[in-house]
T-cell receptor, first 113, second 111 residues
């Protein structure tokens, strides 16, 4: 069974800090690695995704770094804000299609003012 | 703009009862999915449907059945509910970009 291992399970930072969340995958049929953000009581929503013809992608304060040889990718949140407090999930496609995703266990982030 | 709509939002069942979770999307997406979310385990794929008329098993299909009624609707049925099926269930859909659009979830408790 394919797995995506995500760490840490929870993370607390001060406002302005740079939380980093890491994911490692075993095998994937397609090079497509998204991150989803979930607020309490809501469904997850796509935050940022990378298709690794590049090793890094930035969208605003969010950056994905990708290391294909190590089979790892990470999410960095620059200048974190209390509004970034949420649960973050990494994902990777399993065989059968790039949109058939297996998710990591999630990281609960709290950004304190 | 509704997106993905799930019903019901909350349900309590007794062990052995059956129920169906309904999901509809208005984005003309081909693919639809059912996930369950449990603390510390992330989102696990139960079943998915790549297109109207097709369904396939995900990571944790045991105890569930699905029906892709038409392009808009994808239902999840529990024939004989068990306490291990207590969870939050999410329906999602996706189009050609691969981005998953999730509903707001259905919280199911099995006593």
């Amino acid at each position: 069974q394919q797995q995506v291992k995500q760490s840490p399970q929870s993370l607390i930072v001060q406002k302005g800090g740079i939380p980093i969340i890491n994911c490692a995958y075993e095998n994937t049929a397609f090079d497509y690695f998204p991150w989803y953000q979930q607020f309490p009581g809501k469904g997850p929503a796509l935050l940022i995704a990378i298709r690794p013809d590049v090793s890094e992608k930035k969208e605003g304060r969010f950056t994905i770094s990708f290391n294909k040889s190590a089979k790892q990718f990470s999410l960095h949140i620059m200048d974190s804000q209390p509004g970034d407090s949420a649960t973050y999930f990494c994902a990777a496609p399993i065989s059968g299609g790039y949109n058939k995703l297996i998710f990591g266990a999630g990281t609960r982030l709290a950004v304190h003012p | 703009n509704a997106g993905v709509t799930q019903t019901p939002k909350f349900q309590v069942l007794k062990t052995g009862q059956s129920m169906t979770l309904q999901c509809a999307q208005d984005m003309n997406h081909n693919s639809m999915y059912w996930y369950r979310q449990d603390p510390g385990m992330g989102l696990r794929l139960i079943y998915y449907s790549a297109s109207e008329g097709t369904t396939d098993k995900g990571e944790v299909p045991n105890g569930y059945n699905v029906s892709r009624l038409n392009k808009r609707e994808f239902s999840l049925r529990l024939e004989s509910a068990a306490p291990s099926q207590t969870s939050v269930y999410f329906c999602a859909s996706s189009g050609y970009t691969g981005e998953l659009f999730f509903g707001e979830g259905s919280r199911l408790t099995v006593l």
